[in-house]
């Protein structure tokens, strides 16, 4: 049944098609590869070649004696450096973009945002009176770039973080060093024979992650932001119904901005639209998939085509003429339904290739070439379409919420700060405030977890933040809309009318995450809710979480300070003892517990007590849901049609 598999629409409607055309996607494929239960709980060990060793009960220790306890910690570790590494390499070739522009070699980009490039210096030690934009931006790319190889001392950026919580980190001996340092010397540890005490190992896998949150992440955004603007709220589109019938579509899927960036430029060219209507289309029409899509749509409105376990259907439309990837979450999957098709492949970095795609590798120096090239490639496919069908919905949404800019909310240019939101917290109008993030995973029902949580949320009075593939959930929806105000709570209704906010914003890509960071960090030294993250009454989601990364970023906002509920299963269910160790054993050291609970009404009454607990800690107001907003200034429907608020869901909209 499609409906248990999804709860998008046009993923249902797409379905019976691609099955139709003989195409597998991951829904197939999870229900015939299940996961082996030894290594799903992290009970097996592959680091020598005297293994693999599968703790099953049988057997308690592997052939080198390692405990249960030492092979689960050192799996988790050694994931949460995987996606520490792919964060930060992210991140690495941001400021090798941002120096090469700087040096007038990359004439394509340019500094966007000279504030934010002042503001990074300051973080980075770079002195800017008197000097030169590029003087400024070479500097910060070369800093930049020293953090990943740094030996000695610490990260610069961790003195961003709240003085209780750089304690913290000193005490424990966990504040990250060098970001390549940490990733390696994880894998060092978890070789074979090395590190075997799992609590001292759980120690440096914060570590690691917090180089990724507090390093190679928050870089990535900061750098971002400098070369391509620092987003600003825009409105947009999604879903499969924005891609067009009489245009040449081209779908990028991936991460980094720099490609997805000149893509927008190229799309845009008249000499290659005048091309596009000489092949017999209309023009040529962009859109995107996962965090790299979010990069686009936060800076310029370009429409989301779906997340994670949209990229194979997207291609069953048959309108897809070519599907542009960088890097990470890009399945193989997608060459083997685009044979079935006419859509092309196309590959465009040197640490990713697929096997039958066509690779046009992208070069930062010759950026808008590149990107021509791979327009002009797509527009020569337009002509070899076959049968084409789109499943016509798209829904409409407000993207772009910088913390910039969200500070910029609460007081306009000259007052900016998190008083108003911080206030509204402590007088319990907010009840608290959630990140709810990360990707889809088949092993659940698509975007349900995300929905249902998000919505349960703002209906609770917490204000939510979300980003990758989450967000793209929460957009496909409806949810990233004022008009979602009517599924909030009076009290966050009543706030997020007065700051001219709706209660869900979308912050960005994955490395975005570290938006929340700052926000986090502002709140918690604003003033009146505590002194250190760990205080604030929040809570972290990946309700449908898959990847290496998710657990770096879980990793790093527990490490942060913020209680993490992740979904779907634990990655260290065999092990009580670590189990425990990133629970409990992670509140008493950091303020905050990892947990993995796939039952996410179970995930979100556990963060409202959470959430609740946190408030009384700080002797703050009870929070009472019927306090506020007795004016009868509002009433249900104000914000949608009445019959479509009854319906219980906004949005599905078909599109006209
Ligand atoms: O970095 S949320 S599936 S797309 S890993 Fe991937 Fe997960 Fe989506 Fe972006 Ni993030
Ligand atoms: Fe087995 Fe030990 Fe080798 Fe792991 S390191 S595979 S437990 S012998």
Known sequence: MAEKKTIDPAIIEIMAKAEA?????????????????????????????????????????????????????????????????????????????????????????????????????KYLDVPTEGRTTQEIALDVGTKALAEFGRQEGELLYVRRAPKRRQQIWHELGITPRG???????????????????????????????LADGWGGSMMSTDISDILFGTPVPVAARSNFGVLKEDEVNVVVHGHEPTLSEMMVVAASDPELIEYAKSKGAKGINLGGICCTANEILVRHGVPLVGNFLSQELAISTGAVDAMVVDIQCIMQGIQAAAERYHTKIITTSPKAKITGATHIEFDEHHALDTAKKIIRTAIDNFPNRGRVYIPNFVDHLVAGFSHEYIAYMQGGMYRE???????????????????????????????DPHVYIVKELIKNDVLVVTTGCNAIACAKQGLLTPEVMDYAGAGLREVCQAIGIPPVLHLGSCV???????????????????????????????????????????????????????????????????????????????????????????????????????????????????????SATYFPGDYLPDEVFKQGSYSRSKVS
């Open 21 to 121: 055309d003989g195409v597998s996607t991951a829904f197939d494929r999870a229900e015939v590869t299940r996961p082996c239960p030894i290594g799903h709980s992290g009970s097996c060990c592959k680091h020598c070649f005297i293994g693999p060793c599968r703790i099953t009960g049988k057997t308690t220790v592997g052939v080198c004696g390692a405990t249960l306890e030492t092979i689960a910690a050192r799996n988790l570790a050694r994931y949460i450096a995987a996606g520490t590494a792919s964060h930060s390499d992210h991140g690495r070739d941001m400021a090798h973009t941002l120096i090469a522009a700087a040096k007038g070699e990359a004439p394509d980009y340019q500094v966007k945002d000279e504030k934010k490039l002042r503001r990074v210096a």
């Open 417 to 447: 700060s998190f008083r108003p939101l911080n206030d509204n917290i402590a007088n319990g109008r907010i009840r608290g405030a959630a990140g709810v993030v990360g990707c889809n995973n088949p092993r659940v029902c698509q975007d």
């Open 179 to 209: 970001i390549d340092r940490e990733v390696v010397e994880t894998l060092h540890r978890t070789h074979m024979g090395t590190d075997q005490d799992p609590e001292n190992i759980l120690n440096h896998a914060m570590r690691t992650a």
């Open 512 to 630: 975005d995450n570290t938006r929340i960071l700052t926000i986090l960090t502002q709140s918690a030294t604003e003033g009146g809710l505590g002194e250190d993250i760990s205080d604030l009454p929040v809570a972290g989601f990946a309700p449908e979480w898959m990847s290496e990364k998710a657990l770096a970023i879980g990793t790093y906002f527990v490490a942060s300070g913020v209680t993490t509920w992740m979904g779907v299963g634990s990655p260290v269910a065999g092990s009580a003892e670590v189990t425990k160790l990133i629970t409990e054993g992670w509140r008493q050291k950091v303020g905050a517990s990892y947990y993995f609970e796939p039952d996410h009404e179970k995930a979100v009454k556990e963060a409202l007590a959470h959430i609740d607990a946190k408030r009384k800690a700080l002797k703050l107001d009870e929070y009472d849901p019927k306090r506020y907003a007795k």
